[in-house]
Structures are given as structure tokens and as C-alpha cells.
């Protein structure tokens, strides 16, 4: 009797679960829907290095590429598929990106940094508080996630920003921030592996 109760449970199991994307699949790349309209795609782009390409509704696309799938390295507009050298702002971290922190929650890194915007250097100083491990759900797709805020020195407006980690895929969402002047919070949904 027990072995009928245990495969009817597995035939019943919700099929969905199945094509829910795993951190394997960054290779083909992972998409997101974002506040319905907007999408963004991940893929893995080198050692400790994920790429994320944002492509609005109207057509603009913006290249990130993050170390360990969190830590901002480079900032670009796509144009024609080619990045566009005249948006690009690079940000360098001490260290191969494979050797930055992973998240681990409650617990806080601090890194130094050169931040290069078309020749303009400066010194930047980005804390990150890793908060409490929660669960988010792409409809039925169940993930792992850990928050975390970023905050910059000097930043006279104050703003926080903030990512959502995600474990069990190896990379972050930017989820919104904080500033004077109140949040702003992006919605992403529809999480698919790109074929």
C-alpha cells in the first residue's frame, strides 16, 4: 500500500516544477519578466562572472556584468549589439571576481574600489549588509533568496540600494532602492530558461 500512496504522489507532482531553471542553465541564459513590460536575461560570461543584458519595451538594452553574480564590474548601453564605449563605467574590485564574497546572511563586506567613467577616476567605498535567507516564488518556481543592501561612500543622497540573491541560480536582481526622496521596487516575474 505504501509504494501506491508513493508513486501516485509522484505522478500527481506538479510538472511545472521540472522547468524551473537551475544555476546550469546560465549557460543557455535565464529571463525574467520585469514590471510586465521589460525584460532581463542572465548568462554566465567567465570565470565568477555573469552577464545581464536589460532590454526595455522600446527596444534599449544596457549590459551589466556582475562578479559573482552581485559586484557591478561594467556598465554599458548596447548598440546594434555592440557595446556603446561612450556609456561604459567599469568598476574595479581588489581581486579576481571568483574570489569576492559570496552572501552569507547577517553578515556585512565592505570593498574598496576604482570606479572609471570615460577616463573620470574616483574612489568608492561600497558596504553590503547579506540580510536573513527568505523564499521567492516565479509562480511555481520556488527559489532561496538573500537581500542585500548596498551603500556608497560618498553618496551625499543617502540612497540604498537593493539586490535580491539568488543561491540556487548564482546571481542577483536589482530589486530597488531607497532614497530621500522615498523607493522605488521592480517587480520580476516569468522566470523561463532562454532556448
Same mark, same amino acid.
Given at each position: 500500500? *505504501?509504494?501506491? #500512496?508513493?508513486?501516485l504522489?509522484?505522478?500527481l507532482? !506538479?510538472p511545472? +516544477?521540472?522547468?524551473? !531553471? #537551475?544555476?546550469?542553465d546560465l549557460?543557455a541564459?535565464?529571463?525574467f519578466? %520585469?514590471d510586465? %513590460?521589460?525584460?532581463? =536575461?542572465? *548568462? *554566465?560570461?567567465g570565470p565568477?562572472? #555573469?552577464?545581464s543584458l /536589460? &532590454?526595455?519595451?522600446d ?6 556584468? +556582475? ?8 556598465? #554599458?548601453?548596447m548598440?546594434?549589439?555592440? !557595446? ?6 567599469? /568598476?574595479?574590485? !581588489?581581486?579576481r571576481? =571568483? ?6 546572511s547577517?553578515?556585512?563586506?565592505v570593498?574598496?574600489?576604482?570606479? @572609471?567613467?570615460?577616463?573620470d577616476? *574616483? ?13 521567492? @516564488?516565479?509562480?511555481?518556481?520556488? $527559489? ?5 543592501? &548596498?551603500?556608497?561612500?560618498p553618496? =551625499? ?7 535580491? $540573491? ?6 542577483s536582481? $536589482? ?10 521596487? $521592480?517587480? /520580476?516575474? @516569468?522566470?523561463?530558461?532562454? =532556448?
Amino acid at each position: 500500500m *505504501r509504494f501506491h #500512496v508513493a508513486a501516485l504522489s509522484l505522478v500527481l507532482a !506538479p510538472p511545472a +516544477l521540472a522547468d524551473c !531553471p #537551475v544555476a546550469a542553465d546560465l549557460d543557455a541564459g535565464i529571463r525574467f519578466t %520585469v514590471d510586465g %513590460v521589460d525584460t532581463e =536575461e542572465y *548568462r *554566465r560570461s567567465g570565470p565568477g562572472v #555573469v552577464e545581464s543584458l /536589460y &532590454i526595455s519595451a522600446d527596444g534599449a538594452i544596457s549590459r551589466s556584468l +556582475l562578479a559573482q553574480g552581485i559586484y557591478l564590474i561594467e556598465l #554599458v548601453d548596447m548598440v546594434d549589439g555592440s !557595446p556603446d564605449q561612450d556609456t561604459r563605467t567599469t /568598476y574595479a574590485f !581588489p581581486g579576481r571576481a =571568483e574570489d569576492l564574497a559570496l552572501p552569507a546572511s547577517g553578515q556585512q563586506v565592505v570593498y574598496d574600489l576604482a570606479v @572609471n567613467t570615460l577616463g573620470d577616476l *574616483r574612489k568608492e567605498r561600497q558596504t553590503y549588509d547579506f540580510g536573513q535567507a527568505g523564499i521567492l @516564488n516565479f509562480g511555481a518556481c520556488e $527559489y532561496e533568496m538573500i537581500p542585500i543592501e &548596498i551603500r556608497y561612500d560618498p553618496d =551625499e543622497s543617502g540612497s540604498v540600494d537593493l539586490l535580491y $540573491y539568488l543561491p540556487g541560480l548564482g546571481f542577483s536582481y $536589482y530589486a530597488g532602492s531607497d532614497h530621500a526622496d522615498g523607493s522605488d521596487r $521592480y517587480m /520580476y516575474s @516569468n522566470i523561463e530558461v532562454i =532556448e
